[in-house]
């Protein structure tokens, strides 16, 4: 079993940068990917950002340039950068993490508002 604890969440005006963590507790010793996704109202979930390694990144095409995604293996914590926030950016972002067996667990989202 994985726990997962997000933080960072928040209201901010466009072109503004807010910082997401999540941090990840339990059978840590078997995770592999660590990454982000979000889901807008009314829209599919969608990938955000993904990190199978520490050298190994992969970004949706829409926040390519804007957010950046790196992980602390020591502190089993993954995060999400993001600046230059756009209206479109609004969503609950979900923390997910992939164990080496394929299993997947979700955090219990963060909101992000971006708005003036």
């Known amino acids: 079993q994985v726990q997962l604890v997000e933080s960072g969440g928040g209201l901010v005006q466009p072109g503004g940068s807010l910082r997401l963590s999540c941090a990840a507790s339990?059978?840590?010793?078997?995770?592999?990917?660590m990454g982000w996704y979000r889901q807008a109202p009314g829209k599919q979930r969608e990938l955000v950002a993904t990190?199978?390694?520490?050298?190994?990144?992969n970004y949706a095409n829409s926040v390519k340039g804007r957010f950046t995604i790196s992980r602390d293996n020591a502190k089993n914590t993954v995060y999400l950068q993001m600046n230059s926030l756009k209206p479109e950016d609004t969503a609950v972002y979900y923390c997910?993490?992939?164990?080496?067996?394929?299993?997947?667990?979700w955090g219990q989202g963060t909101q992000v508002t971006v708005s003036s």
């Open positions: 339990g059978s840590i010793f078997s995770i592999y990917v």
């Open positions: 990190m199978p390694s520490s050298s190994i990144t």
């Open positions: 997910l993490v992939t164990l080496y067996s394929g299993r997947n667990y």
